[in-house]
Antibody, heavy 118, light 105 residues
Framework: QVQLVQSGAEVKKPGASVKVSCKAS????????IFWVRQAPGQGLEWIGKVNPSGGSTNYAQRFQGRVTLTSDTSTSTVYMDLSSLRSEDTAIYYC???????????WGQGTLVTVSS | DIQLTQSPSSLSASVGDRVTITCRAS??????LNWYQQKPGKAPKLLIY???TLESGVPSRFSGSGSESDYTLTITSLQPEDSATYYCQQSYTLWTFGQGTSVEI
């Protein structure tokens, strides 16, 4: 079955960077884009960006442009999200999500809590 | 950006009730509208895609309808396990989510 397994929780200081991984299994890794979506405590869902594991092309939400980098490693079926210049408002659960044709999100990782605190 | 507005923000209903959640887009989104269920401490789960197609394994008491800018998620005969927050999401232009509707039983 499709599985997306994310790396563990992180605690970072303001201004630092965080790198979260998402290992995919149970399907052909290069056939589906992977999105990153976050959810601040008690809040709704917000898309951050997407990566095409086949060619590495990316698309980022405007508000994260310049601060986020999404990469993929086809040898390990893993995608990575690197978020820099962290601030307290970045405290959230970050999900990697598989998308069918960029239309709907059919499989979600378990989420990674990133806490930004001095 | 396309905005999605869900109503109500929260509701309380009884087991067996019929529940309707609406999602209004700021422009027509051509049925590129999906619904998710999220339980506390869990990742969201896909329920309905392209407005009305039921995801495999989702109980048939869930249904979706709508077109243009107005969409509806209906739960017929509400069950205790349906207590959750429900989100709509559009993929017509980029990707945005509604603010969520909390369903309490």
């Amino acid at each position: 079955q499709v599985q997306l397994v994310q790396s563990g929780a992180e605690v970072k200081k303001p201004g630092a960077s965080v790198k979260v991984s998402c290992k995919a299994s149970g399907y052909t890794f290069t056939r589906y884009d992977i999105f990153w979506v976050r959810q601040a405590p008690g809040q709704g869902l917000e898309w951050i960006g997407k990566v095409n594991p086949s060619g590495g092309s990316t698309n980022y939400a405007q508000r994260f442009q310049g601060r986020v980098t999404l990469t993929s490693d086809t040898s390990t079926s893993t995608v990575y999200m690197d978020l820099s210049s962290l601030r307290s408002e970045d405290t959230a659960i970050y999900y990697c999500v598989r998308t069918y044709s960029g239309s709907y999100f059919d499989s979600w990782g378990q989420g990674t809590l990133v806490t930004v605190s001095s | 950006d396309i905005q999605l507005t869900q109503s109500p923000s929260s509701l309380s209903a009884s087991v067996g009730d019929r529940v309707t959640i609406t999602c209004r887009a700021s422009q027509s989104i051509g049925s590129f509208l999906n619904w998710y269920q999220q339980k506390p401490g869990k990742a969201p789960k896909l329920l309905i895609y392209t407005a009305s197609t039921l995801e495999s394994g989702v109980p048939s008491r869930f249904s979706g309808s709508g077109s243009e800018s107005d969409y509806t998620l209906t739960i017929t005969s509400l069950q205790p396990e349906d207590s959750a927050t429900y989100y709509c999401q559009q993929s017509y232009t980029l990707w945005t989510f509604g603010q969520g509707t909390s369903v309490e039983i």
